[in-house]
Structure formats: C-alpha cells, structure tokens
C-alpha cells in the first residue's frame, strides 16, 4: 500500500503551512530579546550601572556625615538596591548628569548605601523603598525623598532645603 492515508495528506498540507513561519517569530523573540537585554532586566549586580561618580560608599552614614561635617557641606545618602529597577535608572542616568555632578562639586558630598548589604543601616534610617534620598546637614536629617526621578526634579529637591 503506497497510498498514503487521506490524514495523512492533510497532516502535511497542515505542516508546511506552518513551517514557514518560524523566521518572522525567530526575529520577534531576538528584537524582544535584545530591548530586554539593553533595558537592564537581567542585571543583578551592584555594578551593573556602577556607584555613580562623587558617591562614598563602604562607610556608614554616621562617619560620613562626620566627614561632611567638618566641611560644613551637607550630605545626600541614596538607599538603594540591587535589584531595584528605578535605582538601575537613576545610577544610569540622573545622577551622572552634568547637574548632579556640579552640586555635588561645589554644594555637597554624597554616599550610596547597598540596604542588602547594610540592612542595619538601611534599619536605622527606616528606609522602606528604594531609591530613598535623604539630605543631611549638620548631622541632622533637612529632608527625605523616595522613589526615582530625573536630574532636574533631584537638583531642585536638593537645593529647596
């Protein structure tokens, strides 16, 4: 029996209209790939995007708030954390912005605290989202801010104290 079966004839008529469409799906999943891919999402270290230049970190906020003491400069702590999406962005970009990097030059000092890797820390300061920002001056806390934002918006927070 040569013959193939008529489920048979159908079953093949079926898969070659179907076979042709891996290409354009391959494409689909390489360009979501690739968004996802540039986008962060499989980042999970620390130093994906870095600690942003002029940020102190390794030190608790007490010590570095010594430090800026004696400076007679306030000090900008982020909380932050590894794995926080708005923490990627703003160590991405806003606080590499030529603006930030001026204050911090001229008006301030800053430290970044990892909260997974100093949860006391992160304890004592009752942070409870990430990214929190607060301003201290003389030692004391002028001001907290939580949640990302672009350079403007930090710039104008930073100087409103």
Sequence with gaps: MTNASPDFANDQVKLHRYSGMWFPLLVVAVFIGVLLFRSGVFENNENAHGIPPGFAHNMTVRD?????????????????????????????????????????????????????QQADEAREWGIRAMPTFVLLNGGYEVKRIEGGMDARHLIDWLNSY
């Design 64 to 116: 570095a708030a010594m430090e800026s003491m004696e400076r007679g400069e306030p000090l900008l702590v982020m909380f932050s954390a590894s794995w926080c999406p708005p923490c990627k962005r703003m160590k991405a970009g806003p606080l590499r912005s030529q603006e930030v990097q001026d204050w911090l030059e001229t008006t301030g000092d800053a430290l970044y605290v990892d909260v997974d």
